[in-house]
């Protein structure tokens, strides 16, 4: 059983940086898709970025630039660093993992597994 551990997560000034690291246990990140959802107050799971079998990485066009995808293979690990946060990247942050296509990739429906969540905050 595929488990994923989200961290990282804080309140931060706008402007300012935050990296997210999911770990997961039972599952080689380099054989698996990972994505970041993220979860605001009110709206719907929306996503964030995604990385195919640690290779092919997909982000969000309201991220881009400012958030990159990273895996630490040694420590099973994949990173999201992201930079010039804003308060509208405020929200709940989750970690999934999939046995997804590149086609499938940006879309929750194919995640089978999710972690936790961690939350970030941005204040003005």
């Known amino acids: 059983q595929v488990q994923l551990a989200e961290s990282g997560g804080g309140l931060v000034q706008a402007g300012g940086s935050l990296r997210l690291s999911c770990t997961a246990v039972g599952r080689t990140v380099s054989t698996y898709t990972l994505g970041w959802f993220r979860q605001a107050p009110g709206k719907e799971r929306e996503f964030v970025a995604a990385i195919l079998r640690g290779t092919t990485t997909r982000v969000a066009n309201s991220v881009k630039g400012r958030f990159t995808l990273s895996k630490d293979t040694a420590k099973n690990t994949v990173y999201l660093q992201m930079n010039s946060l804003q308060p509208d990247d405020t929200g709940v942050y989750y970690c999934?993992?999939?046995?997804?296509?590149?086609?499938?990739?940006?879309?929750?429906?194919?995640?089978?597994?999710w972690g936790q969540g961690t939350q970030v905050t941005v204040s003005t």
């Open positions: 999934a993992g999939g046995n997804l296509i590149l086609s499938e990739m940006m879309q929750q429906r194919g995640y089978t597994t």
